[in-house]
C-alpha cells in the first residue's frame, strides 16, 4: 500500500497570507490526524477527523483548521499567518480510533 | 493533564555499543504507548507500539521497548547500535478512548561515533 502523501511538500508564505495543506491518507484508513512540529514547541496534536468529523482538537487558534473529505483526504487551512506558523506539518492516517498511526512526510512551511 | 518525559535531549555512543532512551509518562488511565523515529526533513517511522499484552515489545531495526506500569516508563533499547540509527526518537502516548490525539515527548537526538 502506498503511505500517507502530503503536498506540497514546501511552501513559502508571507504575514497575513492564508494557506492549505493536504493531505492523502493510506488506502481504508479513515482517521486523520494533523500535528504541528517547532523547535521550541516540539510536536503538538492540532486536531483529528474520523469519517468527515472533527473528534479532537488541540489547543491552537481558531486560523487553524481542517476538514475530511468523503474518500479520507484531508486538508487544513492555516488564515492570517504569522511568523510562529512556521513549521513542519505532519499528517498521520489509522484505520480506527486508539490504533497505530502512520506519518507522513510533512509540509515545510516558512512565513516571511 | 497528561504529560511525556524524555529527560535526555542528546546522547552519544559508539557504533556497536547498546543503547537506552527513556522516556516517562503521567497518564491518569491505560495508555498506549510508541516509538518514532525521524531522520532530518522527514517525517516520522513507527519503531514499535504497546498497546497490551506482553511488556516487551519488538519492533523494526532490531529495537525493543519494555513498558512498566509502576514506573510509569516505557524506554527504548538495542543492543548494537548502528551508525543508521542516528536520527531524533520521540515517545508518544495515547489515550484509550481518546481518539488518535496522541502526546509527544520532547525527543532524544542520538549521534553515533564511528
Known amino acids: 500500500k502506498a503511505g500517507v502523501t502530503q503536498t506540497p511538500r514546501y511552501l513559502i508564505k508571507t504575514r497575513g497570507q492564508q494557506v492549505t495543506l493536504s493531505c492523502s491518507p493510506i488506502?481504508?484508513?479513515?482517521?486523520v490526524s494533523w500535528y504541528q512540529q517547532t523547535p521550541g514547541q516540539g510536536l503538538q496534536f492540532l486536531f483529528e477527523?474520523?469519517?468527515?468529523?472533527?473528534?479532537n482538537k488541540g489547543n491552537f487558534p481558531g486560523r487553524f483548521s481542517g476538514r475530511q473529505f468523503s474518500n479520507s483526504r484531508s486538508e487544513m487551512n492555516v488564515s492570517t499567518l504569522e511568523l510562529g506558523d512556521s513549521a513542519l506539518y505532519l499528517c498521520?492516517?489509522?484505520?480506527?480510533?486508539?490504533?497505530?498511526?502512520?506519518f507522513g512526510p510533512g509540509t515545510r512551511l516558512t512565513v516571511l | 493533564a497528561q504529560s511525556v518525559t524524555q529527560p535526555d535531549i542528546h546522547i552519544t555512543v559508539s557504533e556497536g555499543a547498546s543503547l537506552e532512551l527513556r522516556c516517562n509518562y503521567s497518564?491518569?488511565?491505560?495508555?498506549?504507548l510508541f516509538w518514532y523515529v525521524q531522520s532530518p526533513g522527514q517525517g516520522l517511522q513507527l519503531l514499535l507500539k504497546?498497546?497490551?499484552?506482553?511488556?516487551l515489545v519488538q519492533g523494526i531495526k532490531g529495537f525493543e521497548a519494555e513498558f512498566k506500569r509502576s514506573q510509569s516508563s516505557f524506554n527504548l533499547r538495542k543492543p548494537s547500535v548502528h551508525w543508521s540509527d542516528a536520527a531524533e526518537y520521540f515517545c508518544?502516548?495515547?489515550?484509550?478512548?481518546?481518539?488518535?490525539?496522541?502526546?509527544f515527548g520532547t525527543g532524544t537526538q542520538l549521534k553515533v561515533e564511528l
Open positions: 477527523y474520523f469519517s468527515e468529523t472533527q473528534r
Open positions: 504497546y498497546f497490551s499484552g506482553d511488556t
Open positions: 488506502s481504508g484508513h479513515r482517521s
Open positions: 498521520a492516517s489509522s484505520s480506527q480510533t486508539a490504533d497505530t498511526q502512520y
Open positions: 497518564y491518569g488511565a491505560t495508555p498506549y
Open positions: 508518544a502516548v495515547g489515550l484509550t478512548g481518546g481518539g488518535n490525539k496522541l502526546t
